[in-house]
């Protein structure tokens, strides 16, 4: 079974950029779709970014448009996300989660708010 493990969050600064990695071991995360999430304090869980298996299609929702960036490397068993001009409001905690590929990939991530389905995550904090 995959397991996935965040990494790279950190303390940055208004405008500052972070690059999370989300690592698979015990199995390859090759044809899964894979989605960031985020939990910021007393707020409900979001999914933020994703993409498919073949890692044609991405997404990213409108409030982290044009600043984050989803990419893979299945030979490393790799997915990022690349955030930049980041904002207070991103703080949270970052986590990824893996689906089988196939057309609703972004609709099952979203359906998904439980804790144990997504990785423990990694804290982003982002002071002003």
């Known amino acids: 079974q995959v397991q996935l493990t965040e990494s790279g969050g950190g303390l940055v600064q208004a405008g500052g950029s972070l690059r999370l990695s989300c690592a698979a071991t015990?199995?390859?995360?090759?044809?899964?779709?894979v989605g960031w999430s985020r939990q910021g304090p007393g707020k409900d869980r979001e999914l933020v970014a994703g993409?498919?298996?073949?890692?044609?299609?991405?997404i990213v929702i409108d409030s982290v448009k044009g600043r984050f960036t989803v990419s893979r490397d299945d030979d490393k068993n790799l997915v990022w996300l690349q955030m930049d001009n980041l904002k207070p409001e991103d703080t949270a905690v970052y986590s990824c989660?893996?689906?089988?590929?196939?057309?609703?990939?972004?609709?099952?991530?979203?359906?998904?708010?439980?804790?144990?389905?997504w990785g423990q995550g990694t804290q982003v904090t982002v002071s002003s």
């Open positions: 993409i498919n298996g073949s890692g044609v299609s991405r």
């Open positions: 989660a893996a689906e089988p590929g196939g057309a609703l990939w972004w609709t099952r991530l979203q359906s998904h708010q439980e804790n144990d389905y």
């Open positions: 015990g199995g390859t995360i090759r044809t899964y779709a």
